[in-house]
């Protein structure tokens, strides 16, 4: 316990460590998914359009809005302004053309999507809302018994099983499942519903086409979200080198642009092997973004950046959040052997 005095003299040193802290230069990452509104949102994906543009509105007035691409260059050299905010979004969603590019043009602020590159022939949504669609989008309960197989366990509901009881346990299971099993999981159930996989035009990813269009505008820049959207550290180093790879490849043929930019999917401590960034980094991006919270400081690891999801809230409330968040000195390592899923690095909401 301290005494009176000790605490006498601490007290200004805690002020000026403080007052040195806010000195430093820092950034900010935020993190985003969607700017849409649908009917189930079980993750809590989507910010609405007009939430989005007070967003943009806050951060043209009161940040420095930097692309990406210019983040690793300017922590080297400590060239950073004051109150730095980065924009990425995750998984290439069509609004991000549609939506997000026109609203991105109209502020006339720079943004960077990944792109999940094994979704783009426009087939099929990505398979977290193909799974919604078949369970939360059918009502309530199941109508009749339902039996799956699940890397080679049988899981079972009776009529009348809450159908959020079902999304959550595939949902869990198909997490960490290879690109095939989850193709023939939803298969099955679809199977069971006796109906086909369609594509929703509000959950569809974007198309090749799309992604072209996307990469060529003013102030969206397009990056690399692997292949098929796996959990990394869930598959051998082959696979998840090729999943590096390729998303990289096919996307800098479809852009025409460098893709060195990667947004880990899933980005959790335990989502990323402790071998992962030595792979990214020999697969050629030099930049990497993960899903802990943190801000960016000089001597960041490049391969580990923090982000922030900023949620479906208004301008003032973002203004908010962001002041404060500027005043949080915590900065994430990279992982070192699999912290537990939870712990107080990780972002709020299971992210996709």
């Given at each position: 316990?301290?005494?009176?005095?000790?605490?006498?003299?601490?007290?200004?040193?805690?002020?000026?460590?403080?007052?040195?802290?806010?000195?430093?230069?820092?950034?900010?990452?935020?993190?985003?998914?969607?700017?849409?509104?649908?009917?189930?949102?079980?993750?809590?994906?989507?910010?609405?359009p007009?939430?989005?543009?007070?967003?943009?509105?806050?951060?043209?007035?009161?940040?420095?809005?930097?692309a990406?691409?210019?983040?690793?260059?300017?922590?080297?050299?400590?060239?950073?302004?004051?109150?730095?905010?980065?924009?990425?979004?995750?998984?290439?969603?069509?609004?991000?053309?549609?939506t997000?590019?026109?609203?991105?043009?109209?502020?006339?602020?720079?943004?960077?999507?990944?792109?999940?590159?094994?979704?783009?022939?426009?087939?099929?949504?990505?398979?977290?809302?193909?799974?919604?669609?078949?369970?939360?989008?059918?009502?309530?309960?199941?109508?009749?018994?339902?039996?799956?197989?699940?890397?080679?366990?049988?899981?079972?509901?009776?009529?009348?099983?809450?159908?959020?009881?079902?999304?959550?346990?595939?949902?869990?299971?198909?997490?960490?499942a290879?690109?095939?099993?989850?193709?023939?999981?939803?298969?099955?159930?679809?199977?069971?519903?006796g109906?086909?996989?369609?594509?929703?035009?509000?959950?569809?990813?974007?198309?090749?086409?799309?992604?072209?269009?996307?990469?060529?505008?003013?102030?969206?820049?397009?990056?690399?979200?692997?292949?098929?959207?796996?959990?990394?550290?869930?598959?051998?180093?082959?696979?998840q080198?090729?999943?590096?790879?390729?998303?990289?490849?096919?996307?800098?043929?479809?852009?025409?642009?460098?893709?060195?930019?990667?947004?880990?999917?899933?980005?959790?401590?335990?989502?990323?092997?402790?071998?992962?960034?030595a792979?990214?980094?020999?697969?050629?991006?030099?930049?990497?973004?993960?899903?802990?919270?943190?801000?960016?400081m000089?001597?960041?690891?490049?391969?580990?950046?923090?982000?922030?999801?900023?949620?479906?809230?208004?301008?003032?409330?973002?203004?908010?959040?962001?002041?404060?968040?500027?005043?949080?000195?915590?900065?994430?390592?990279?992982?070192?052997?699999?912290?537990?899923?939870?712990?107080?690095?990780?972002?709020?909401?299971?992210?996709?």
């Amino acid at each position: 316990m301290q005494t009176p005095i000790a605490s006498m003299f601490n007290r200004p040193r805690r002020v000026l460590k403080r007052l040195w802290q806010r000195s430093r230069p820092r950034a900010v990452i935020l993190m985003y998914h969607r700017v849409a509104q649908v009917a189930e949102d079980p993750h809590g994906l989507c910010v609405s359009p007009e939430h989005f543009a007070e967003h943009l509105d806050v951060l043209r007035r009161r940040f420095s809005v930097i692309a990406l691409r210019e983040l690793p260059a300017r922590l080297r050299e400590g060239r950073l302004p004051r109150r730095t905010v980065v924009i990425t979004f995750d998984d290439g969603y069509a609004d991000s053309l549609h939506t997000v590019s026109p609203l991105c043009e109209r502020f006339d602020l720079p943004a960077t999507v990944f792109v999940t590159a094994g979704y783009l022939d426009g087939r099929r949504e990505f398979w977290w809302d193909d799974l919604e669609a078949q369970t939360l989008g059918r009502g309530m309960a199941t109508a009749r018994d339902l039996e799956l197989e699940v890397n080679g366990d049988r899981l079972s509901w009776p009529t009348g099983a809450p159908l959020r009881e079902v999304y959550d346990t595939l949902h869990m299971r198909l997490r960490p499942a290879a690109a095939e099993t989850r193709e023939r999981v939803l298969n099955d159930l679809a199977h069971w519903q006796g109906t086909g996989r369609g594509v929703r035009e509000d959950h569809r990813p974007l198309i090749e086409g799309e992604c072209r269009q996307l990469a060529a505008s003013r102030r969206v820049d397009v990056q690399s979200h692997t292949v098929h959207h796996l959990w990394l550290a869930a598959h051998p180093a082959a696979v998840q080198a090729n999943e590096l790879r390729e998303s990289r490849q096919r996307l800098a043929e479809i852009t025409g642009r460098p893709i060195t930019v990667l947004a880990y999917p899933y980005g959790f401590r335990d989502a990323v092997a402790p071998g992962t960034l030595a792979l990214v980094r020999e697969a050629g991006y030099s930049a990497a973004c993960a899903t802990v919270r943190g801000q960016v400081m000089r001597g960041a690891d490049p391969l580990w950046l923090p982000r922030h999801v900023p949620g479906d809230v208004d301008g003032e409330e973002l203004m908010r959040r962001l002041s404060g968040f500027f005043d949080d000195f915590a900065a994430p390592q990279p992982p070192r052997g699999g912290a537990p899923r939870g712990t107080p690095e990780v972002n709020d909401k299971e992210l996709m």
